[in-house]
Each structure stands twice: as C-alpha cells, then as structure tokens.
C-alpha cells in the first residue's frame, strides 16, 4: 500500500525481456534502501514492483505480462526517468490517498499550460474509468497523489503545485504524454459492493445517487 508521495525520482538503468515479460533495473537515486529487503515492494510510476535484486543503486523487479498490457514499460527507455515510492508502513503519515499500486490503464495529456506558479494539465481518460473520476476526488498519475479539479466528459483537470512539480516527473509532462491512471480505491470498491459490474457501461450508469440513497449512503 502506498500514499501517493513520491520519495524520489528514479532512473530506468536497464531493461531486459526474458521469456516473454521484462526484468528492469532501476536507479533509485536519492531513496534511501536502508530498510528495504528482497520482496519488499517500490511504486515505479506508480506500479507496485517486488523487488528481487538490491544490487546496491537501487533494485531490480519483473514485470509481468499483465503489467506490461496495462502500462506504458513496454515503450520505456533506459535513461527514462521515473516517480519512486517505498510502500508505507504502519506508523507513515498519511499524506496523499489510499494507493494500491495496481494500475487501472493510460491517460494521455491533451492540454498543458502555465497559472501563475502552477501548472494545468487536461488529460483524457478511457471509457473504462470515466466513471470513477469526481472532481474533488482523488486521482493517482504516475504514482502521485493528486485532486481532480474539474471533470467534463473524458477529460479531468489538475493543477500541479511547484513543489510537485519539482519533486516529481509531472514537469517533464508534455501535450501527447500517455500516463498511468489509478481511480480512487473506494470508488472501485463502493461500485463492486452497489452491484454495478458491467465494465462498459457508459458514465453514471453504474452507482446513481438513487443507489447510494437506497443504500443508507445519503438521505433522499
């Protein structure tokens, strides 16, 4: 489980496929490994990766078929650089939002502009988890934790401080950019629990206010 804070930013140091899915070595830079121990899990822009080497720079982790289906390391480079996240541990501040690591697909940056010292990024997300994004809510891109703040159809805006900005690889971002997407963990799991599991209903079809109602969720 992770926060949505990124620790540091990494470097994919090499990239070897073997067998079909793909063993990569990172360089975790400023991370400190001192409490990580083979098996422990890293956020790689924000995929949960075990890691099974510590050569002493960073890690090493495999990257299975599924992840390589559902994100962009099939067409990461080495020298690509990359958010970091150790997974938390029970006694962390919590300063993001609940992260599981497992991401739900790609969005693509359609619009990218300055606001005084922040930055505006539109991205465009797929049908499959339109459904899922609420402005206010919360939003997972390439690992960070981050609030929606406006929603019209596929698209959703943010507006990424300077310290993110900074601390991140959101600066790098450009028009075109794909990015991976993790919905809010609870929005996932309300939708499951309300009975709406038909992955290609169209937005709003699935949990409705009248659901949430009936359910004991709000009054009417």
Known sequence: MFTGIIEAIGEIADIRMIDGDMRVRVRTG???????????????????LTAVELPG????????????AHSRFPDMSVGEKVNLEKAMMP???FGGHIVSGHVDGLGQIVDRHDDARSVRLTIQAPKSLQRYIAAKGSITIDGVSLTVNSVNGADFGLNIVPHTAQETIIDSYRQGRWVHLEVDLIA??????????????????GLTMNKLAAAGFMRR
């Open 91 to 93: 006694v962390s501040r």
């Open 188 to 205: 996932r799991y309300l939708e499951r629990l309300m009975g709406a599991s038909d992955s290609d209903a169209e937005p709003g079809e």
């Open 57 to 68: 720079d960073g890690f090493v982790a495999d990257v299975s078929k599924e992840t390589l």
């Open 30 to 48: 400023e991370l400190d490994l001192g409490d990580v121990k083979l098996g422990d899990s890293i956020a790689t822009n924000g995929i949960c």
